[in-house]
């Protein structure tokens, strides 16, 4: 079965400084998407990134960055120049065969930025 | 465009009440789905929809009925709430397709089953 696994249930990070967080996942399927959502202490989903598994470079969104590493099956968030209002839980998630509806979420990592 | 929207907000039941959470949208997407959120857990997919008339389970599917009558509803029955049922509800919409048009969630519904 799929599965997203994020090993860092919190970090740390200084106002400024870049941060990575991890993500691997697991699944047989060739085509799938994977996303990075932001959920702030106010509970709602903020989508940040897409990588679509046929990509063929890493996705950027203004701050944020994919590492992608298809052969390693991780798709780890790097948001660069951190800002405190950052400080958030941070999902990684799949969609299952890249047509939208069927996803599955990591557990989560929380980061805090700190001033 | 009001995007997803989900009543209620908070809701308390008892053991054995039953209840309907309410999800619409306004974007035309075909997709829609329901999660649940449990504390220290990302969302897991509870059921959703790839159109009118069309629905299927996810990973959590007991104890959960859903319809999809329409483009823009798509309701969580809980016919006999429990206690493990407590949990935050996100409702969710997409086109179809997958790729950048990624899902639009909606702002949770928080219910407690005491």
């Known amino acids: 079965a799929q599965k997203i696994t994020q090993t860092q249930p919190g970090m740390f990070v200084q106002e400024k400084e870049a941060v990575t967080l991890d993500c691997t996942y697991d699944?047989?399927?060739?085509?799938?998407?994977l996303f990075w959502y932001k959920q702030p202490s106010s509970g709602e989903m903020i989508f940040l990134i897409y990588?679509?598994?046929?990509?063929?470079q890493n996705a950027t969104e203004g701050r944020y960055s994919l590492n992608f590493q298809k052969a390693r099956k991780s798709a780890n968030l790097v948001i660069s120049a951190s800002q405190l209002g950052d400080s958030a839980m941070y999902f990684c998630?799949?969609?299952?065969?890249?047509?939208?509806?069927?996803?599955?979420f990591g557990p989560g990592t929380r980061l805090s930025v700190l001033p | 465009n009001a995007g997803v929207t989900q009543t209620p907000k908070f809701q308390v039941l008892k053991t054995g009440q039953s209840m309907t959470l309410q999800c619409a949208q306004d974007?035309?997407?075909?997709?829609m789905s329901w999660y649940r959120q449990d504390p220290g857990m990302g969302l897991r997919l509870i059921h959703y929809?790839?159109?009118?008339?069309?629905?299927d389970q996810g990973e959590v599917p007991n104890g959960y009925n859903v319809s999809r009558s329409t483009t823009e509803d798509f309701p969580l029955r809980l016919l006999s709430a429990a206690p493990s049922q407590t949990s935050v509800y996100f409702c969710?919409?997409?086109?179809?397709?997958?790729?950048?048009?990624?899902?639009?969630f909606g702002p949770g519904t928080r219910l407690t089953v005491l």
């Open positions: 990588q679509g598994s046929y990509d063929q």
């Open positions: 974007m035309n997407h075909e997709y």
């Open positions: 969710a919409s997409s086109v179809a397709g997958g790729t950048r048009d990624t899902q639009y």
């Open positions: 998630a799949m969609d299952r065969d890249n047509y939208g509806q069927n996803f599955v």
């Open positions: 699944t047989s399927d060739p085509s799938y998407g």
């Open positions: 929809s790839v159109g009118a008339g069309i629905t």
